[in-house]
């Protein structure tokens, strides 16, 4: 089990960039990979990146590919996704989350730990 803190989120414009953080601690061990998930009001929560956490291998869902980006710094223990080129459709709160499965886009479900969620919203 891990625990995990998000960074806050915000308002941007669309267009805009803005980084999301997330501070494991715990047995992170346990949790072989870790992704970034987000939901929008009324909608399932949806995987948006994955990744492995000792190998650096990701995954990223197909309406985020190109713009968004995950990564890890493993000194700091933290999690990282950067949002480039911001979208109309891309406003949700996001969560970082800890799975102790092996894999690419793993399905929320098998996700046991998560993070408080950050919102994100785009607006001009």
């Known amino acids: 089990q891990v625990q995990l803190l998000e960074s806050r989120g915000g308002l941007v414009q669309p267009g805009d960039s803005l980084t999301l953080s997330c501070i494991v601690s715990?047995?992170?061990?346990?949790?072989?990979?870790m992704g970034w998930f987000r939901q929008a009001p009324g909608k399932e929560r949806e995987f948006v990146a994955g990744?492995?956490?000792?190998?650096?291998?990701?995954f990223y869902a197909d309406s985020v590919r190109g713009r968004f980006t995950i990564s890890r710094d493993k000194a700091k223990n933290t999690l990282y996704l950067q949002m480039n080129g911001l979208k109309a459709e891309d406003p949700a709160d996001y969560y970082c989350a800890a799975t102790p499965w092996v894999g690419g886009i793993i399905p929320a479900s098998d996700y046991a730990d998560w993070g408080q969620g950050a919102q994100v919203t785009v607006s001009s």
């Open positions: 990744i492995r956490w000792n190998q650096g291998s990701y």
């Open positions: 715990g047995r992170t061990s346990s949790t072989p990979t």
